[in-house]
């Protein structure tokens, strides 16, 4: 099948793309000596973290274990061949009962590290890691700007990492953040953002073994940030995800190109109302809801929910449930859009786009070659 054969809405990955996207991250890493730790949520795919773990990929960083469980299960299930996974990360506090019996479930079968920024959590997964008789290793999450989860550097990380330290079956491994506020920078100040951040967590992780504690984790971890936070001397491990697909955000950063750009939703023009709109089959639930996160840049309102590929004339400018209004832009100089006319979008954020379908369409030289299963899709618990 010809790609432009498909029905639509469809989420297509061109190959070639991202092959290159997951050798060219992963050589970056090895260039600098860090450790590369891809966030799987972008996919949710056996096939993509197969790829990733084959070019060097020390381990998977996800956010639920409920994405950890699928991704084991449907490997064994499609191909009886085991995900070659032996190293996760949980960038997410662990808490409950419930969550805290599968994660120590899931430490029998491989290793697992976590991330967590109080002591209520920690006193939690310690006493749930002692009845098993078991340690887990933690890392400190530090809040170097994105004002979500984390501590902030200096004496509230050193006062944690110190109740770890002595809390019975917990291992302090390191720190980790998600420098997330690198999405609010522009393509001239991204780079010393992001090395800032860098800069804080070395400093950090020298104060924290200045105290006794062993450190020999110093993890990081966003897509328009990871190349340049990797150059850092004393960075050990970087956790980009996006980077896979990359998608607007990263376009509109400069961190990618549209030709590196791996994933594009295909739809279909169903109306042309007025000669300044076109409407398509594809609307917040094929491309998702997110207006994109980069601050910086030119204001989202602006921008709609993503780049319309190869058509400069029309921006993706509103979107309903099924629905996806085009607009003209500028001075209406645009290739006209009949009824009919297939076009691509680029999500300003590929990560939600991917949960919203079973499976991902993969083609070569817009020769369809399969499907994959988005198999942690939904799982978010």
């Not at 967590?201 to 104060?207: K, P, S, Y």
């Not at 279909?268 to 000669?275: K, L």
């Not at 607009?327 to 999500?347: C, F, K, S, T, Y």
């Amino acid at each position: 099948m010809q790609v432009a054969e498909l029905d639509t809405p469809a989420f297509v990955v061109d190959l070639d793309v991202m092959e290159r996207n997951v050798r060219s991250m992963a050589e970056h890493a090895r260039q600098h000596g860090v450790r590369l730790r891809p966030h799987a949520k972008t996919h949710k795919s056996v096939e993509v973290a197969r790829m990733q773990l084959g070019a060097g990929a020390l381990g998977l960083t996800l956010a639920k274990i409920g994405e950890i469980e699928a991704l084991l299960e449907a490997a064994t299930l499609d191909s009886g061949e085991p995900l070659p996974l032996a190293d996760v990360l949980l960038a997410f506090p662990i808490v409950g009962d419930r969550k805290l019996a599968r994660l120590l479930d899931l430490a029998q079968r491989l290793t697992v590290a976590v991330s967590l920024d109080s002591p209520d959590a920690a006193g939690q997964l310690g006493a749930a890691a002692v009845t098993r008789g078991t340690t887990i290793g933690v890392l400190v999450e530090v809040d170097t700007g994105g004002r979500r989860c984390g501590v902030l550097p200096g004496e509230p990380t050193l006062t944690l990492a110190r109740r770890i330290a002595q809390t019975p079956g917990l291992s302090l491994r390191g720190i980790m953040t998600h420098e997330g506020h690198a999405y609010g920078a522009t393509p001239e100040t991204l780079r010393a953002v992001s090395q800032e951040a860098g800069r804080v967590m070395v400093q950090l992780a020298e104060t924290l073994r200045a105290d006794g504690h062993e450190v020999p984790i110093v993890s990081v971890g966003s897509t328009p940030s990871a190349r340049h936070i990797a150059e850092v001397p004393g960075v050990t491990e970087v956790r980009p995800g996006t980077y896979v697909f990359q998608d607007y955000n990263q376009v509109r950063l400069g961190v990618a190109t549209v030709a590196e750009c791996a994933a594009t939703v295909h739809a279909t023009v169903i109306a042309t109302p007025a000669p300044d709109r076109a409407v398509v089959d594809a609307g917040t639930k094929a491309v998702a809801a997110d207006r994109g996160m980069v601050g910086g840049v030119t204001p989202v309102q602006q921008e709609g929910y993503g780049l319309v590929k190869g058509q400069p004339g029309w921006f993706f400018g509103r979107a309903s449930e099924e629905h996806g209004v085009l607009l003209r832009q500028g001075d209406g100089h645009a290739d006209d859009l009949r009824v009919g006319d297939r076009v691509e979008l680029i999500p300003n954020h590929i990560c939600p786009a991917v949960n919203l379908y079973d499976r991902l369409v993969v083609q070569r030289d817009g020769v369809v070659e399969g499907s994959w299963a988005v198999a942690a899709r939904g799982r978010s618990r």
